[in-house]
């Protein structure tokens, strides 16, 4: 008799045992794609981008959600997040947004997925791995425009398209390039670098290179640039419903798409003198009640929060005292009665009518919110609000 219907997963288990998860509400990035879709307009197409499991909010359910909100592309860094939406039956076309290492061409033709090349080796290697397999490779091609990371110096795509379109197992299907301060309100470096895009793609049509696709604008772009939208705009932060940075336009409406939470575990009262966590760094000056939180840097949750960040608990807002732990965090909520053993507790989104967003944590630690949601670690669960979508791109 089988009795594998008997037997549970270990490692699920004590994983719906802890309370400390990611909530994912894909509805509110269907949202914020349909937001960003109408400050384009009908005319460019929208490329998702999910990059880094989607921001920390997990690659495949919102690729998904993207497709079926309306994105036409879908963008990722790396080969192997190709791979794995492939696999997880996407048939839309993605772009990996790095170069593309020749180790990998013969990947990208299998599973049909577009690749970003700027340099001789990764356009031979890309060819010959088509070559192999009788088929065309799709490519675009990456100018650096003043970001300096990956790309064609200007003077250099005209001569290094036509290498590409005489081989005749490459398809050049676009060109790209990328902002590097476009999310701040002064925009002079951004039409520097739109006006050598610009120029670049006047020395092609000079020569009868018309190419489908050309693209450029991130989310700050698409909220705030649209001189930048050419034929494809890539939005990424702006779909989980974070704004690219304060000096951007927030007149396009955004919903943030994750809650962190978890739940008080423990709770003690102390008398005044007492020193918590590691360093003794914060000493009660009353009689106070500790809760302690089973979740720390382990889980993403920042070290710099220590004796800096709050959290929120019955719709309150409760300090973090002592030093966050890997494992777990302390709070005082003496001026939250209500507070007790199982209760809810937020460490970024909405409770009641109080809110902690993320941009908050980010700043109080020193960083950018793009950190904060990739920083979210494997082992906390998400759980995706919506349900389960009923049709498959």
């Known amino acids: ?72 592309w879908l963008g990722v860094a790396l080969l192997e997040e190709g791979v794995l939406l492939r696999k997880a039956g996407i048939k839309v076309p993605i772009l990996v947004l790095g170069e593309a290492l020749p180790e990998g061409a013969g ?11 700027c340099s001789p080796e990764s356009l031979f290697a890309l060819n010959q791995a088509a070559e192999r397999s009788d088929r065309k490779a799709a490519m675009h091609i990456k100018v650096d425009t003043g970001m300096g990371r990956i790309g064609l110096d200007p003077k250099d795509v005209l001569p290094f398209m036509e ?12 060109i790209f390039s990328h902002f590097s301060s476009v999310d701040e309100k002064e925009k002079g470096f951004s039409y520097q670098q739109l006006h050598q895009f610009k120029q670049v793609l006047a020395a092609l049509e000079g020569q009868g290179i018309h190419l489908p696709l050309k693209h450029f604008a991130s989310s700050a772009a698409t909220i705030d640039f649209p001189e930048g939208y050419f034929d494809m705009v890539r939005p990424g932060i702006s779909l989980y419903g974070v704004y690219p940075s304060a000096e951007v336009d927030h007149s396009v409406p955004l919903k943030p798409a994750m809650t962190l939470k978890t739940s008080i575990t423990f709770l003690k009262e102390v008398p005044p003198g007492t020193v918590l966590s590691y360093g003794r760094t914060f000493e009660t000056q009353r009689k106070s009640r500790i809760a302690t939180l089973p979740v720390g840097y382990g889980d993403g949750y920042p070290r710099l929060l220590s004796n800096h960040g709050e959290v929120l608990v019955a719709g309150r807002r409760a300090p973090v005292v002592g030093r966050v732990c890997m494992d777990m965090t302390l709070i005082d909520v003496t001026d939250i009665p209500e507070a007790k053993v ?52």
């Open 342 to 393: 199982g209760s809810e507790v937020i460490l970024f989104g909405k409770q009641d009518n109080a809110e902690i967003l993320v941009d908050e944590i980010a700043e109080k630690a020193g960083t950018i919110s793009h950190e904060i949601l990739c920083g979210i670690t494997k082992r906390v669960p998400k759980e995706y609000l919506d349900g389960p979508l009923e049709e498959d791109p």
């Open 163 to 174: 290498k590409a379109l005489s081989l005749k197992n490459i398809r050049v299907e676009g």
């Open 107 to 117: 990947l990208f033709v299998q599973h049909n997925i577009t690749a970003t090349v």
């Open 1 to 72: 008799m089988d009795d594998r219907s008997n037997k549970t997963d270990p490692v699920k288990g004590t994983m719906e045992i802890r309370p400390t998860r990611a909530i994912v509400d894909l509805g509110a990035i269907a949202f914020n794609i349909q937001s960003l879709r109408k400050r384009v307009g009908g005319g460019p197409r929208f490329m998702a981008v999910v990059k880094a499991d989607a921001y920390g909010h997990g690659m495949v359910p919102v690729a998904r959600t993207a497709l079926l909100a309306g994105a036409d």
